[in-house]
């Protein structure tokens, strides 16, 4: 389960099957495993040893995608960063990691120099950027292409050696930094390239940003197999409908804000999506009409996967899509989920509770977090902090956040609920149901949303309309806040605790 052995065994067995689409970069396996190759030697000359951690801060590049099998190959650990990290929350997160080498980009070297300072353990010379570097950065093309293309020696990584170290999006506060060994990883590869039917010959096309955790669930399977992996630098709607013609894509994967976009967008056209085999969705859950017509225009390729970086997943798979439509599927083979109460009790199909999973997906913990790591892991389990109910086959629905969950005069109000309907609306896009400070009853739902392009709405209108269809008078919302588009991760998730904050520390006019 050392991950690198899988670039080295397409370069030998597969050499000139096409590995990486970049931009105009088209590369085989033999290229892109020599590209590796001198990349792991760079990392080598600076001092990089096994176990070491190498940050990145960089979006969508061929070089972050090298990045990963470079620390794999070393026994380095990956420590993806998002470009949009501020100078504080870089430090943070560099000094929490104790990364001794990070690989950016110029344009993203004035929040780098702005913290240098506190970071004593990160030398200047082990700063690359990988669009020309001169002193006392590192150039990370100058130094690749002097590097060797054969292999370096090998680090004896096992399948317990740490891989990677993802930190969470921070839609729940501080960032936590999750560890996933190359045998978890390995089983990504294995695991879900069985769910999506993935093969040598699949096509597969990513266009979020790939420090987000979900891009491994395809990005593992398609490096296992020897597929086509492209990477578009960003998710653009358009773009994407375009390669998945051209390049006659396979599988994509997709948060809901993207299907939406998709969906919305003037290109959209079924036919030229007709070489799609699979369309997944995860990171948050997709509407329900949404779904609906997705799956009435493109039948038979959706799945939908529920699931934590911290390691258990369920699979709705497409042969379910319709059937289990309302469900975020099942768990895989060797994984198990269960709800259990507030006692720790297992809790009969039907009946809310707190979703807890385990698999081979598991991760080792949170990077120097015990104690926190304890909370979430225990026996074996891990404690997801969502609410769900299993139906009488096995089957897991999502209801809510524990967090996210409003307390109304004593009354559990679950802003999923509102969301669907509100949803269904013709003119809403996108919606966010959060609760915000009442006199009397202690918490009230709002809705915030986005509007589809051209859409005519005003918020009383759709106050209105949300509130004469919710099944119960506490789920009415008081207010509807029409905005041009929600703060989002680098995943796309929306955070949600950015939007509800101004109203708890009274500055609602500011949202």
């Not at 798979?317 to 975020?328: M, Y």
Request: hydrophobic share 45%; charged share 20%; aromatic share 6%.
């Amino acid at each position: 389960m050392e991950l690198s052995s899988l670039l080295a065994h397409h370069a030998r067995f597969r050499p000139h099957a096409t590995a990486v689409v970049f931009g105009g970069k088209r590369l085989d396996y033999r290229e892109f495993n020599a590209r590796v190759n001198r990349l792991a030697h760079v990392l080598g000359g600076l001092g990089v040893r096994k176990g070491d951690r190498v940050a990145t801060l960089l979006p969508n590049t061929l070089e972050l995608l090298e990045c990963y099998w470079a620390c794999a190959r070393t026994g380095a650990v990956a420590v993806p960063l998002s470009p949009l990290l501020t100078g504080i929350g870089l430090a943070s997160l560099v000094k929490d990691s104790g990364a001794v080498c990070l690989v950016t980009r110029r344009s993203l070297l004035p929040v780098v120099e702005a913290v240098l300072a506190d970071l004593p353990a990160l030398a200047p010379a082990r700063i690359l950027l990988i669009d020309g570097g001169e002193a006392p950065w590192g150039d990370y093309a100058a130094l690749t292409a002097a590097a060797p293309a054969h292999e370096p020696p090998t680090a004896d990584v096992g399948p317990d050696d740490l891989f990677n170290i993802m930190y969470t999006s921070g839609t729940t506060g501080l960032p936590k930094g999750i560890m996933h060994s190359h045998r978890v990883r390995s089983m990504y590869a294995l695991t879900l390239g069985a769910a999506w039917r993935m093969t040598p010959e699949s096509v597969v096309l990513h266009t979020g940003a790939i420090v987000f955790n979900g891009a491994f669930v395809t990005l593992m399977p398609a490096f296992h197999l020897g597929a086509t992996y492209i990477l578009h630098p960003q998710f653009d709607a358009a773009a994407m409908i375009a390669t998945i013609a051209a390049e006659q894509v396979t599988h994509i994967m997709v948060v809901p804000a993207q299907i939406i976009a998709l969906l919305d967008s003037p290109a959209f056209d079924p036919a030229k999506l007709a070489s799609l085999q699979m369309i997944l969705s995860l990171g948050a859950p997709l509407p329900q009409p949404r779904k609906d017509r997705l799956n009435a225009l493109l039948p038979g390729r959706f799945h939908e996967l529920y699931g934590l970086t911290e390691g258990f997943v369920t699979i709705l798979d497409k042969t379910d899509a319709v059937r289990k439509s309302g469900s975020v599927g099942c768990p895989p083979p060797f994984s198990a989920v269960r709800i259990v109460g507030d006692d720790g009790r297992d809790l009969p199909p039907g009946e809310p509770g707190e979703i807890v999973g385990r698999g081979p997906l598991v991760m080792q913990g949170y990077w120097g977090k015990p104690e926190l790591t304890a909370q979430t892991l225990r026996d074996g389990w891990v404690y997801s902090g969502d609410i769900g109910h299993l139906d009488d086959e096995g089957y897991l629905y999502l209801v809510d956040r524990k967090k996210d969950m409003i307390d109304s005069g004593g009354v559990k109000v679950y802003p999923r609920d509102i969301e669907d309907i509100a949803a269904r609306h013709p003119a809403i896009a996108d919606v966010a149901v959060f609760g915000i400070p009442h006199e009397t009853r202690g918490e009230t739902p709002l809705a915030a949303v986005v509007l589809k392009v051209g859409a005519d709405a005003t918020a009383t209108e759709l106050r209105d309309w949300i509130n004469e269809r919710v099944a119960a008078r506490y789920q009415r919302v008081q207010e509807v806040v029409i905005l041009s588009d929600f703060p989002r991760s680098a995943a796309g998730k929306t955070l949600k605790r950015e939007l509800r904050e101004p109203w708890w520390a009274g500055r609602a006019t500011k949202i």
